[in-house]
């Protein structure tokens, strides 16, 4: 097995680079992102990469340009200089969020990702709404989510917040202790080679502690948990694509104070409302004042969680904020590209017709 197919590489994405072979360029994936530069591995081995002036132009939005777990056509190193990332190849899948704060902007967590690990803390800080959220994440990006439950030692029925997890998130899920190791070969076990694995979760959920105990060494420092709300500052700052000692390839992505989905409302999650929307008597029921509701028929006869329906709703009000924001935001690009344009042609208009 060649150094890349450890990562990853597979008939899919050679087929798409093909046409960039004849240009000198080999293929590589890309292992850590740091501001304007990264980490890929190519089939010699490890280099450091930035991106092509021409790659960066012609993107149009953040979610064109690389992110860890690409691959990427490559440019080798010469002279001394580092690689650059001439294309980025087309992607399975994405996760992608909208990037914290006011903007409607994009962030591209990781790329070509097979299933997302969905951590939460079995301690006080333990959230069903919230998990359901990260689970949207996955489903919607077509990387079924593992949900992860750490701290299952700090849990006295951890049973029962398996069966809730199970229920809301429609995924597997599996608890595990750092401090025991109650659950981790099963988790171990689920890593399968050359697969690509995503975490995902808020600070001091134990993410960086169940890194070491996957990787087997200290990859990453553990920071305190802060007493008053048991959570913890942010220990990786950066996403990083890490081998596994069995093969398997997981993404360690920081923690998230706030996750707000990119792609789509998160409807494949919530499959239970779906499926009872189907038996409302208008297609378009909004699930509110409509009469013969079956979703909220389902609330009031107590086969529904009502606050699965909140959950569902204040997804569909974000993912419609965030529609309107990305078509002003293209409209806004449009309306500058055409002014440049325009200013391009009088000027040129202008040397035409100046005396020669």
């Known amino acids: 097995m060649t150094l890349i197919e450890r990562f990853g590489w597979s008939s899919f994405f050679e087929t798409r680079f093909l046409s960039f072979a004849p240009e000198g360029l080999i293929p590589a994936r890309i292992l850590r ?36 777990g690409d691959w990427v056509a490559l440019e080798p190193p010469s002279n001394g200089g580092p690689a650059v ?7 399975r899948n994405r996760i992608a969020r909208k990037a914290a704060g006011y903007a409607a902007n994009p962030q591209v967590l990781a790329a070509n990702v097979d299933v997302l690990l969905v951590a939460m803390a079995l301690d006080g800080d333990f959230n069903i709404r919230r998990l359901e959220r990260y689970a949207a994440l996955g489903w919607e990006s077509e990387a079924p989510p593992l949900v992860v439950l750490t701290k299952s030692d700090a849990c006295a029925d951890v049973d029962l917040r398996v069966a809730d997890a199970r229920a809301a998130t429609g995924a597997d899920v599996l608890a595990v202790s750092a401090v025991t190791g109650d659950g981790l070969p099963e988790l ?24 070491n105990r996957l990787t087997g060494r200290g990859v990453q420092a553990v920071r305190e948990i802060r007493a008053s709300d048991g959570r913890g500052r942010h ?28 792609d789509g409302p998160g409807e494949t999650a919530f499959f239970d409302i779906g499926a009872l929307a ?9 699930h509110g004042a409509e009469p013969d509701c079956a979703v909220r028929s389902a609330v009031a006869d ?12 204040k997804l569909l009000k974000e993912a419609a904020w965030l529609a309107r924001r990305e078509d002003a935001g293209l409209a806004r690009a449009e309306k500058e590209r055409w002014k440049t344009l325009t200013r391009e042609a009088k000027r040129q208009g202008r040397s035409k017709r100046e005396p020669r």
């Open 302 to 313: 107590g086969l529904l969680d009502p606050g699965r329906l909140l959950g569902h709703r």
């Open 33 to 68: 992102e740091e501001r304007e530069w990264f980490l890929v591995v190519a089939p010699e081995g490890e280099a450091v990469a930035e991106t092509s002036g021409r790659l960066r132009h012609a993107a149009r939005s953040r979610l064109d340009l690389p992110a860890v």
């Open 235 to 262: 220990t990786t700052t950066r996403r990083d694509l890490l081998l596994l000692p069995g093969g398997a390839l997981l993404v360690d992505t920081p923690g998230m104070r706030e996750l707000a989905l990119w």
């Open 188 to 211: 171990a076990a689920r890593l399968a080679p050359r697969r690509t694995h995503a975490l995902a979760g808020m600070s001091g959920v134990g993410k960086s502690t169940l890194v």
């Open 278 to 286: 189907s038996r409302c008597r208008f297609r378009d029921c909004r």
């Open 85 to 91: 990332i001439q294309a980025v190849l087309p992607r």
